[in-house]
């Protein structure tokens, strides 16, 4: 008796439109790894297919937003968070950074390993 085969099912959290291949945008750097007390700036870099403009976008840690004054424009693509006197990660897989689109859509995002 054999096992019938299934499809790989995959989900990519943060790939915009994954059947192009395009990222809506991403997050630098990617998946940091840092030491408890330093701080970190990240930057969202969106895609002209984004529909969005970077004074549009808002930031989460672990699924609390951010206070909007951590953020800086960068330009009319990019915003960045700057985190400050980071603790320990919550999570043994590390803390979710995500970039959001007004309308909530996850944009990108990155994972933040501090310890």
């Given at each position: 008796?054999?096992?019938?085969?299934?499809?790989?099912?995959?989900?990519?959290?943060?790939?915009?439109?994954?059947?192009?291949?395009?990222?809506?945008?991403?997050?630098?750097?990617?998946?940091?790894?840092?030491?408890?007390?330093?701080?970190?700036?990240?930057?969202?870099?969106?895609?002209?297919?984004?529909?969005?403009?970077?004074?549009?976008?808002?930031?989460?840690?672990?699924?609390e937003q951010l206070p909007a004054n951590l953020y800086s424009l960068v330009n009319d693509s990019a915003l960045k968070v700057t985190l400050r006197g980071l603790n320990g990660s919550r999570q043994q897989s590390g803390d979710n950074l995500l970039c959001h689109r007004s309308d909530n859509r996850v944009l990108a995002g990155s994972c933040l390993y501090v310890g």
């Open positions: 008796m054999s096992i019938p085969e299934k499809p790989l099912t995959m989900l990519f959290v943060g790939a915009g439109r994954v059947q192009s291949g395009c990222a809506l945008a991403v997050v630098v750097p990617q998946d940091p790894i840092l030491t408890i007390g330093s701080s970190l700036t990240a930057t969202c870099i969106v895609n002209p297919e984004a529909n969005a403009d970077a004074q549009d976008l808002y930031w989460t840690l672990n699924g």
